[in-house]
């Protein structure tokens, strides 16, 4: 079973997702939103290559990979089988232009 970790910008991203959503659907919606997240995060930590290869990352080292959240939102993590953890890099909004993934995660 692998450790899952938060990068600050992917804590950041999921603090801004729960609280957008709260604001703009209530919190019913919002804490349904967050509990796919844990569910997500629950299977990464037991099946760390079950995402999909991220393509707009392809040429980046390490690998990424992405997990669907809901049509909207995506989780970008790499897996590290050195120390057996699951890194979430972001929380990707897929209506954002696609270039702008690879400088976030650039960064």
Known sequence: MATVK?????KAMRRELYWSGVMNFGSFTALKMARRIESLTD????????????????????????????????IIYWYNEA????IIEDIWDTRRAPQNLIKRIEK
Do not use: Q
């Open 83 to 86: 120390n057996d953890t699951v």
């Open 6 to 10: 938060w990068t600050g910008k992917a």
């Open 43 to 74: 299977a990464l930590s037991l099946f760390p290559g079950m995402g999909f290869r991220e393509p707009l990352l392809e040429s980046h080292l390490p690998v990424y990979r992405s997990c669907l959240i809901n049509k909207r939102f995506k």
